[in-house]
């Protein structure tokens, strides 16, 4: 069901658009709340979106002020607060899931809100971190403001960007300041997807940035590495889309498979097993 509009969060300015995907039946269904990337929409991540669906989530994708449909530009006097505005985005739709659930016919009554979870892609895994309690670091390096939420129970990081600092690229340090996370708090469970060969332009590092939202977080978290993966992880955000330069459907349906598992796994206390293959490493503390 698309798009269910709710009403703007302060400073936004215009109204919020979300996608609902759900099954046609079970009852108490889990929610997945997802963060797109850069420039995508509520209709991006449908390998994920579908997959999730049709394995029992609720799943809930608004469209971020970045989004390409909506086209806000850097002279908008919101852009450089869309960073927060993305946050904002995600905690209205928690707000508002009774809305959400009424948009479509006989959903209402069968979502398990006790079971809700986070999930974002580049970009969208900051937003979604934050959720989870990582935190903005100021200019002199000080935690920003915890927007973290209890109604949060586990996330997914997929190729998020790492700390920032002397991290981060020239372009990077002065046009995305806020891109400098704290994640000593994110106490939140959550499953860190990273490539091994995700170069990145924003830092100066190699594809190991990604992986600091494991690495320099407290557990319990796992991390799923994944061989040969590039920023797109083999295709997550659409089927055929132009920006995918490491397609590899096996590499997809991998994720579809170990995110299901590893939320079920947190969402219903269930030790689930985790295995990559050969595709990949999975660790966790």
């Known amino acids: 069901m698309s798009p269910v509009i709710l009403p703007p969060s302060s400073g936004r300015g215009e109204d919020l658009q979300v996608r609902v995907s759900a099954p046609a039946t079970g009852d108490n269904l889990p929610i997945i709340v997802f963060s797109h990337g850069f420039g995508q929409s509520m209709d991006s991540y449908a390998p994920l979106a579908g997959f999730w669906a049709a394995h029992g989530f609720v799943v809930l994708q608004p469209t971020h002020l970045d989004s390409r449909t909506l086209k806000v530009t850097p002279e908008d006097p919101r852009y450089a607060r869309i960073w927060r505005i993305r946050v904002d985005d995600l905690t209205n739709v928690l707000d508002h899931l009774d809305v959400l659930e009424a948009a479509v016919p006989g959903l209402a009554g069968r979502v398990d809100r006790d079971r809700t979870a986070v999930a974002g892609h580049s970009w969208g895994g900051q937003t979604a971190s934050t959720l989870l309690g990582a935190r903005v670091l100021d200019a002199d390096g000080v935690p920003g403001e915890d927007m973290s939420d209890p109604r949060i129970k586990a996330g997914v990081l997929l190729a998020t960007t790492g700390t920032g600092g002397a991290d981060l690229s020239p372009f ?114």
């Not at 990145?200 to 190699?206: F, H, I, K, P, W």
């Not at 097993?273 to 990949?280: E, K, Q, R, V």
């Open 172 to 285: 990077a340090a002065e046009h995305f300041p806020f891109m400098s996370p704290d994640f000593t708090a994110m106490t939140t469970p959550a499953l860190v997807v990273a490539g091994d060969q995700d170069k990145s332009a924003l830092s100066v590092r190699g594809p190991d940035w990604f992986t600091d939202p494991y690495f320099l977080s407290p557990g319990p978290k796992s991390l799923l590495t994944l061989f040969g993966a590039e920023h797109s992880l083999g295709g997550i955000s659409g089927y055929a889309v132009t920006e995918t330069t490491d397609e590899s459907p096996e590499r997809v349906a991998l994720i579809q498979q170990l995110t299901t598992a590893y939320l079920r796994g947190v969402l219903d206390k269930e030790d689930t097993g985790l295995s990559a293959g050969g595709l990949g490493r999975i660790e966790s503390k």
